[in-house]
């Protein structure tokens, strides 16, 4: 079938393409990591962090601007603690602090 003139769904793709399928995996993988610390994260930055990729033991959380991307240093062993009790063992975090445009 020519998929040229049929459209198909984001789940379709990615269930014809084991690339597609591993990325789309992974991207799931790193938002429930975020969601599994969210709540520890205080009410005001939350909007300013974003999940990032996660490479071997490595996850990388996003974030906007150096003060928020501090704050979030001091409270990494709570969210790696957090991380460890929900599954995720020895989690390394990096926060990246995003450029402006």
Request: with cysteine; proline share 5%.
């Amino acid at each position: 079938m020519n998929r040229r003139f049929n459209p198909v769904s984001l789940h379709q793709a990615a269930a014809d393409s084991p690339t597609l399928a591993s990325l789309a995996a992974r991207a799931r993988d790193a938002s429930e990591r975020l969601q599994a610390i969210q709540e520890l994260i205080p009410s005001e930055m939350r909007s300013a962090v974003q999940a990032g990729p996660v490479e071997g033991g490595t996850w990388c959380l996003l974030v906007h601007g150096s003060a928020a991307a501090a704050k979030l240093r001091q409270l990494v062993p709570v969210l790696q603690a957090r991380l460890k009790a929900r599954g995720w063992d020895d989690v390394t975090l990096r926060i990246k602090v995003l450029a402006r445009r």
